[in-house]
Nanobody, 128 residues
Framework: QVQLVESGGGSVQAGGSLRLSCAASGYAYSSNCMAWFRQGPGKEREVVAAIYTRGGSTGYAVSVQGRFTISQDNNNYTVYLQMNSLKPEDTAMYYC?????????????????????WGQGTQVTVSS
């Protein structure tokens, strides 16, 4: 059974940092596109960052560039999202997603429909 389990969410003040983790089990995402999405209150789900697990190429939403960093640990199929300089508008449920096809992220790295595996989410709340 394939599972993606997120952890690391919480409540922080603006300017603070959090590190989210996404632990994968049941499938070896060794050459796959994995991503973090988020959905804020009253908003649609949007992509935050993505990584191709073979080689580590990454992509970021404009709103988080320079503040967030996506990384991986292929020894245990875990993907991280380091979030610095957090803002109240970063408040959202954060989801880990993975595409089981052995394909790089390329131009569709932000396309929600390409990701068939999803975690349950972890809440991030940033207060001003």
């Amino acid at each position: 059974q394939v599972q993606l389990v997120e952890s690391g969410g919480g409540s922080v003040q603006a300017g603070g940092s959090l590190r989210l983790s996404c632990a994968a089990s049941g499938y070896a995402y060794s050459s796959n596109c994995m991503a973090w999405f988020r959905q804020g209150p009253g908003k649609e789900r949007e992509v935050v960052a993505a990584i191709y697990t073979r080689g580590g190429s990454t992509g970021y939403a404009v709103s988080v560039q320079g503040r967030f960093t996506i990384s991986q640990d292929n020894n245990n199929y875990t993907v991280y999202l380091q979030m610095n300089s957090l803002k109240p508008e970063d408040t959202a449920m954060y989801y880990c997603a993975a595409d089981r096809r052995r394909l790089p992220c390329s131009g569709t790295w932000g396309a929600e429909h390409r990701f068939g595996d999803w975690g349950q989410g972890t809440q991030v709340t940033v207060s001003s």
